[in-house]
């Protein structure tokens, strides 16, 4: 037996979490924590790997093709908004650890895999109760990554919220956090409110893994190439460095490939989210270097002939859209109610629809993210852990008694944060 083979089939026996080794007693599929993805980035240097949004399983399909390519570990994840109780997906939460246990079992895929849910908005006493409930039915269900994201709530609120919430989380999951809601060139997060939140959570012996900002970049469909901001991300990055901190890049669809190399080579971003463009490639539109789709003098989306979903399908698609009035950035909600007629469709046109996300996927973990070949690595940290759990990055560096609820408030009123305006900014 290959020492490779060895070592995978070792990291197969101790680094499934629990919740995995339940659910999926006979696997062969690789599903770990985010902390062992996150410390292969971080031991290769200058790289991040793609998370990718799995909004339909020709997406989730193709990004595990390509990652095998390119041996690479990667992320499969859903939003709240995407696959939470409210979902316009059919992947969600609760069905999204079995959709790649599957898949990695059926094609061999052999890289390790983390499970996130992303964006678990906390936007009031409400979403708090909720989550007390459903976050553990989540991991019951194959999740192992979570980002608690309160970062809609007045600094103080956030990291109350991120305390209170995370006794539900285990402690060998791998956890991000964030500061600044995603809203483009609006509401821009700063190196001192991410500070106040991770030296907050560092006096509760919490140490995410990583930390999401408003850095510049939006969700969806990018109108302008303005994008990332990486002296902003470097700044943040720089001000919490000592406490081992990795970024966590939203919104990459609307970034050049040349400013999402200059985020891995230049910032400690070892996650880059990836959602839009791959559920247009999926569809078989047209996108640009951007990830976005290219649109017509008319102003309507190019479907590309025989690849993505059939034409016959894509014009009930956009009859429905048109039917429901939704603009083109609302595109997204057709996952949901076309799903199971995506499915249905010949493995030629679903084998094709995957094929093109896989194109799109292998390109950027080898030739943007410098993903390449962290397979191993994140096999290796599973291996010298000895176990599923890596446990936190940083000990334990504040005071707690400097860090209580009243503290809390108090040192809060001295940050100068600008939420940026009101709306849904969800991803």
Same mark, same amino acid.
């Given at each position: ?22 659910? /999926? ?5 690789? $599903?770990?924590?985010?902390? &062992? ?15 990718? +949004? ?23 994840? $859903? &939003? %709240? ?10 992947? +969600? ?19 390790? @895999? ?8 906390? %936007? ?15 991991? #019951? ?70 930390? &999401? ?11 302008? !190439? ?9 700044? *943040? ?43 247009? $490639? ?7 270097? =951007? ?38 950035? #609302? ?6 109610? /076309? ?11 679903? #084998?094709?629809?995957?094929?093109? *996300?896989?194109?799109? @996927? ?10 390449? #070949? ?13 176990? =599923? !759990?890596?446990?936190?990055?940083? !000990? ?11 503290? $809390? ?8 944060? !600008?939420?940026?305006? &009101? ?5």
């Amino acid at each position: 037996m290959a020492q490779h083979t060895q070592d995978f089939e070792k990291a197969l026996e101790i680094g499934r979490p629990p919740n995995i080794v339940k659910l /999926f007693p006979n696997s062969k599929a690789l $599903i770990v924590s985010g902390k &062992a993805i996150d410390r292969a980035m971080i031991a290769k240097g200058q790289a991040m790997t793609i998370a990718a +949004n799995g909004r339909n399983s020709a997406v989730i399909r193709g990004a595990l093709i390509a990652a095998q390519k390119a041996n690479a570990a990667i992320i499969i994840e $859903i &939003a %709240k908004s995407e696959g939470g109780a409210n979902a316009y997906c059919a992947v +969600n939460f609760w069905n999204m650890a079995s959709h790649v246990d599957g898949i990695c079992n059926e094609l061999g895929i052999t890289i390790p @895999v983390a499970i996130h849910a992303d964006h678990y908005a906390l %936007k009031g006493d409400k979403d708090i109760e909720k989550a007390k409930v459903e976050i553990p039915s989540m991991f #019951d269900a194959g999740i192992t990554s979570i980002a608690i994201d309160a970062s809609h709530l007045p600094d103080d609120q956030n990291l109350l919220a991120n305390l209170e919430i995370n006794q539900y989380i285990p402690k060998w999951a791998s956890l991000e956090t964030e500061v600044g809601e995603i809203k483009g060139t609006q509401g821009l997060s700063t190196p001192d409110e991410a500070l106040f939140l991770i030296q907050g959570l560092n006096a509760h012996d919490i140490s995410p893994d990583w930390i &999401a900002l408003n850095n510049g970049t939006t969700h969806g469909i990018e109108a302008s !190439d303005a994008g990332i901001q990486v002296e902003l991300t470097t700044a *943040v990055h720089k001000a919490i460095e000592k406490y081992r901190v990795s970024g966590a890049q939203h919104g990459t669809s609307g970034n050049s490939s040349d400013r999402l190399r200059e985020i891995a080579a230049n910032t400690n971003t070892t996650k880059a989210n990836v959602a839009t463009a791959l559920q247009m $490639i999926s569809w078989g539109l047209k996108v640009n270097d =951007y990830g976005n789709a290219i649109l017509d003098t008319d102003g309507n989306f190019n479907k590309v002939t025989e690849t993505g979903v059939t034409e016959e399908l894509w014009a009930e698609m956009v009859d429905y859209a048109n039917g429901k009035g939704l603009k083109k950035g #609302d595109y997204k909600k057709l996952n949901l109610p /076309f799903e199971n007629k995506i499915v249905g469709q010949s493995s030629e046109v679903r #084998d094709r629809m995957a094929q093109g *996300v896989a194109d799109f @996927v292998h390109n950027m973990l080898v030739n943007v993210f410098n993903a390449g #070949d962290t397979a191993p690595l994140a096999i290796e940290a599973i291996l010298k852990a000895g176990s =599923y !759990d890596l446990g936190p990055k940083a !000990d334990r560096m504040e005071d707690p008694a400097e860090w209580t609820s009243e503290k $809390i408030a108090e040192k809060a009123k001295s940050l100068d944060s !600008d939420k940026g305006p &009101a709306g849904d900014f969800d991803d």
